[in-house]
């Protein structure tokens, strides 16, 4: 071992251990403060009707009240607590690798920059399925108690409970994969595009490293976003609320081929608004938080 190279690795470690707890924080702020737009999108993607967005946040505060709106909270907090960090510390520690191997300047390419991010978001949301799983179910349950019928989970421990009795351990993993496609895609507009739009927005002179950078970057890969996962979004959504032998899809494959031939091909952004609502909020205030974080905890800039 050289000299001073254990000592370069503790740092490392340190600094990846501040960006996983500053991105768990951020990502637990931006989530409880978007999540009833969250909620809207996963009902509006479940229903079969055409209330649009507004009719269904009157439809749950009306029968459930204002808590009905952070039905699934508790699960989504937890998946984000693994997600999150994985998908972030990953992406950077990837890009800074991938930059080397690009000509060593430090910059990258956008496509690199959106495999990267791809490639980050699967194995982050492979970790993070089955608390995505229980956080679907239980938005979903709070659309059964509007209807009258008793809800399936009292929380999200029974959920977990109930899932791998029901359904094996691997039933915590059902609708993985349409949930890695969408991760893939998500993250490739949200990572990729966020982190190019951003370093564009600074050599551009348009706005130094401030918030004002940040917002326009989050506003662009919010869009980029939502406009590539959305199908995905969709599918993902219907495949993992499917339990027991209440089965409507077998595979992505069918779920798209159904959902076109009742729907037609709008319905696969079915949530679009609601989704690009609260993607825009959610990373405004994840990536301002997160960067205002960094900068207290005395780390470089993402």
Same mark, same amino acid.
């Given at each position: 071992?050289?000299?001073?190279?254990?000592?370069?690795?503790?740092?490392?470690?340190?600094?990846?251990?501040?960006?996983?707890? @500053?991105?768990?924080?951020?990502?637990?702020?931006?989530?409880?403060?978007?999540?009833?737009?969250?909620?809207?999108?996963?009902?509006?993607?479940?229903?079969?009707?055409?209330?649009?967005?507004?009719?269904?946040?009157?439809?749950?505060?009306?029968?459930?009240?204002?808590?009905?709106?952070? &039905?699934?909270?508790?699960?989504?907090?937890?998946?984000?607590?693994?997600?999150?960090?994985?998908? +972030?510390?990953?992406?950077?520690?990837?890009? !800074?690798?991938?930059?080397?191997?690009?000509?060593?300047?430090?910059?990258?390419?956008? /496509?690199?920059?959106? +495999?990267?991010?791809?490639?980050?978001?699967?194995?982050?949301?492979?970790?993070?399925?089955?608390?995505?799983?229980?956080?679907?179910?239980?938005?979903?349950?709070?659309?059964?108690?509007?209807?009258?019928?008793?809800?399936?989970?009292?929380?999200?421990?029974?959920?977990?409970?109930?899932?791998?009795?029901?359904?094996?351990?691997?039933?915590? /993993?059902?609708?993985?994969?349409? !949930?890695?496609?969408?991760?893939? @895609?998500? !993250?490739?507009?949200?990572?990729?595009?966020?982190?190019?739009?951003?370093?564009?927005? +600074?050599?551009?002179?348009?706005?130094?490293? !401030?918030?004002?950078?940040?917002?326009?970057?989050?506003?662009?890969?919010?869009?980029?976003?939502?406009?590539?996962?959305?199908?995905?979004?969709?599918? &993902?959504?219907?495949?993992?609320?499917?339990?027991?032998?209440?089965?409507?899809?077998?595979?992505?494959?069918?779920?798209?081929?159904?959902?076109?031939?009742?729907?037609?091909?709008?319905?696969?952004?079915?949530?679009?608004?609601?989704?690009?609502?609260?993607?825009?909020?959610?990373?405004?205030?994840? /990536?301002?938080?997160?960067?205002?974080?960094?900068?207290?905890?005395?780390?470089?800039?993402?």
């Amino acid at each position: 071992m050289k000299p001073g190279e254990s000592h370069g690795l503790d740092r490392t470690g340190t600094v990846n251990s501040k960006k996983i707890i @500053l991105t768990s924080v951020s990502a637990m702020v931006a989530e409880t403060a978007t999540f009833p737009i969250d909620l809207t999108k996963t009902r509006l993607q479940l229903q079969h009707g055409s209330k649009n967005a507004f009719q269904i946040v009157a439809e749950i505060v009306g029968k459930e009240g204002v808590n009905g709106l952070y &039905k699934g909270l508790s699960p989504a907090i937890i998946r984000h607590l693994f997600y999150t960090p994985i998908r +972030i510390v990953g992406y950077e520690n990837l890009r !800074n690798f991938v930059a080397i191997n690009d000509g060593g300047d430090g910059s990258t390419l956008l /496509w690199s920059k959106a +495999i990267v991010g791809g490639i980050s978001g699967v194995i982050a949301q492979v970790v993070a399925s089955p608390a995505d799983l229980v956080k679907v179910r239980m938005q979903a349950d709070g659309r059964m108690v509007s209807q009258g019928q008793k809800p399936r989970y009292s929380g999200p421990f029974d959920a977990f409970n109930k899932i791998v009795h029901a359904e094996g351990f691997g039933g915590l /993993w059902k609708g993985v994969f349409p !949930n890695i496609q969408r991760a893939f @895609l998500v !993250n490739m507009g949200e990572l990729g595009c966020y982190d190019h739009a951003k370093r564009f927005v +600074i050599q551009k002179q348009i706005a130094s490293d !401030n918030v004002y950078a940040h917002s326009l970057a989050s506003i662009m890969s919010g869009l980029a976003a939502t406009a590539l996962s959305c199908p995905a979004d969709v599918v &993902k959504t219907r495949m993992m609320n499917q339990e027991g032998s209440k089965v409507m899809y077998k595979s992505s494959y069918e779920c798209v081929v159904k959902t076109v031939r009742s729907e037609g091909i709008r319905a696969l952004w079915k949530g679009f608004i609601p989704t690009w609502a609260r993607l825009g909020p959610w990373q405004f205030m994840f /990536w301002v938080s997160y960067e205002k974080f960094r900068q207290a905890a005395g780390l470089s800039s993402f």
